[in-house]
Protein backbone atom coordinates (compact mmCIF):
# COMPACT_ATOMS: atom_id res chain seq x y z
CA UNK A 1 0.00 0.00 0.00
CA UNK A 2 1.52 3.32 -1.02
CA UNK A 3 0.72 6.27 1.40
CA UNK A 4 0.95 10.07 -0.40
CA UNK A 5 0.37 13.44 1.74
CA UNK A 6 0.25 16.05 0.36
CA UNK A 7 1.19 19.70 1.79
CA UNK A 8 1.17 23.22 0.69
CA UNK A 9 -2.36 24.40 0.26
CA UNK A 10 -3.86 27.48 1.35
CA UNK A 11 -5.48 30.94 0.72
CA UNK A 12 -3.80 33.45 -1.85
CA UNK A 13 -4.97 36.56 -3.71
CA UNK A 14 -5.01 36.30 -7.47
CA UNK A 15 -1.44 36.68 -9.28
CA UNK A 16 -0.15 34.88 -6.14
CA UNK A 17 2.04 32.07 -5.71
CA UNK A 18 1.79 28.38 -4.31
CA UNK A 19 3.78 25.12 -4.08
CA UNK A 20 2.21 21.87 -3.67
CA UNK A 21 4.24 19.09 -1.99
CA UNK A 22 3.62 15.18 -2.06
CA UNK A 23 5.35 13.04 0.03
CA UNK A 24 4.92 8.99 -0.94
CA UNK A 25 5.81 5.77 1.59
CA UNK A 26 6.30 3.58 -1.20
CA UNK A 27 9.97 2.30 -1.85
CA UNK A 28 9.31 1.98 -5.23
CA UNK A 29 8.58 5.82 -6.18
CA UNK A 30 11.35 6.26 -8.25
CA UNK A 31 9.96 4.17 -10.93
CA UNK A 32 6.60 5.50 -10.79
CA UNK A 33 4.89 8.45 -12.69
CA UNK A 34 3.44 11.05 -10.37
CA UNK A 35 0.24 13.15 -10.78
CA UNK A 36 -1.47 16.30 -9.93
CA UNK A 37 -5.78 16.24 -10.69
CA UNK A 38 -7.72 18.71 -9.01
CA UNK A 39 -11.71 19.29 -8.44
CA UNK A 40 -14.12 21.75 -7.79
CA UNK A 41 -17.24 22.47 -6.59
CA UNK A 42 -19.82 20.45 -9.02
CA UNK A 43 -17.09 19.80 -11.61
CA UNK A 44 -15.66 16.15 -12.03
CA UNK A 45 -11.71 15.93 -11.33
CA UNK A 46 -9.32 17.04 -13.46
CA UNK A 47 -5.69 16.41 -14.24
CA UNK A 48 -3.13 19.41 -13.81
CA UNK A 49 0.10 17.87 -14.37
CA UNK A 50 2.42 14.59 -14.24
CA UNK A 51 5.45 13.34 -14.93
CA UNK A 52 7.52 10.18 -15.45
CA UNK A 53 9.71 8.26 -13.34
CA UNK A 54 12.57 9.77 -14.74
CA UNK A 55 11.14 13.26 -14.84
CA UNK A 56 11.86 13.27 -18.66
CA UNK A 57 8.19 13.40 -19.74
CA UNK A 58 5.67 16.10 -18.16
CA UNK A 59 2.09 16.49 -19.29
CA UNK A 60 0.21 19.67 -18.23
CA UNK A 61 -3.74 20.59 -18.98
CA UNK A 62 -3.80 23.59 -21.06
CA UNK A 63 -5.26 25.64 -18.84
CA UNK A 64 -2.29 25.99 -16.36
CA UNK A 65 0.34 25.45 -19.02
CA UNK A 66 3.27 28.25 -18.45
CA UNK A 67 1.52 28.66 -14.77
CA UNK A 68 2.38 25.52 -13.06
CA UNK A 69 5.58 23.38 -12.64
CA UNK A 70 5.52 19.71 -12.13
CA UNK A 71 8.42 18.42 -10.49
CA UNK A 72 10.51 15.43 -8.75
CA UNK A 73 13.06 14.42 -6.19
CA UNK A 74 13.62 11.06 -6.32
CA UNK A 75 15.57 10.87 -3.38
CA UNK A 76 13.31 13.01 -1.33
CA UNK A 77 10.30 10.52 -2.88
CA UNK A 78 8.50 13.89 -2.79
CA UNK A 79 6.57 15.17 -5.72
CA UNK A 80 5.75 19.17 -6.70
CA UNK A 81 3.59 21.32 -8.16
CA UNK A 82 4.72 25.05 -8.30
CA UNK A 83 1.64 26.92 -8.91
CA UNK A 84 2.15 30.85 -10.15
CA UNK A 85 -0.37 33.47 -11.41
CA UNK A 86 -3.11 32.13 -9.64
CA UNK A 87 -6.09 32.77 -10.37
CA UNK A 88 -9.50 32.25 -9.02
CA UNK A 89 -10.37 29.24 -11.54
CA UNK A 90 -7.99 27.47 -9.49
CA UNK A 91 -9.42 27.25 -7.18
CA UNK A 92 -10.11 23.16 -6.11
CA UNK A 93 -9.30 20.37 -4.08
CA UNK A 94 -5.62 19.49 -5.00
CA UNK A 95 -5.32 15.80 -5.14
CA UNK A 96 -1.48 14.04 -5.53
CA UNK A 97 -1.63 10.06 -7.44
CA UNK A 98 0.56 7.51 -7.97
CA UNK A 99 0.84 5.15 -10.99
CA UNK A 100 2.05 2.20 -11.12
CA UNK A 101 4.51 2.07 -14.00
CA UNK A 102 6.38 4.65 -14.99
CA UNK A 103 4.77 6.31 -17.77
CA UNK A 104 2.80 9.21 -17.57
CA UNK A 105 -1.14 8.53 -17.59
CA UNK A 106 -2.98 11.69 -18.33
CA UNK A 107 -6.79 10.42 -16.66
CA UNK A 108 -7.26 9.50 -13.26
CA UNK A 109 -8.31 5.77 -14.38
CA UNK A 110 -4.33 5.57 -14.67
CA UNK A 111 -3.10 5.98 -11.24
CA UNK A 112 -3.51 3.39 -8.00
CA UNK A 113 -2.90 5.34 -4.98
CA UNK A 114 -4.45 8.87 -4.32
CA UNK A 115 -3.71 11.07 -1.27
CA UNK A 116 -6.26 12.90 0.74
CA UNK A 117 -6.14 16.40 -1.04
CA UNK A 118 -5.39 20.07 0.26
CA UNK A 119 -7.73 22.58 -0.64
CA UNK A 120 -6.14 25.14 -2.63
CA UNK A 121 -8.11 29.20 -2.94
CA UNK A 122 -7.77 31.70 -4.78
CA UNK A 123 -9.32 35.07 -3.91
CA UNK A 124 -10.22 37.57 -6.65
Known amino acids: QVQLVESGGGLVQAGGSLRLSCTASARTFSSDAMGWFRQAPGKEREIVAAISWTGGSLHYADSVKGRFTISRDNVKSTVYLQMVSLKPEDTAVYYC?????????????????WGQGTQVTVSS
Open 97 to 113: AARVGGFVATTQHGYAY
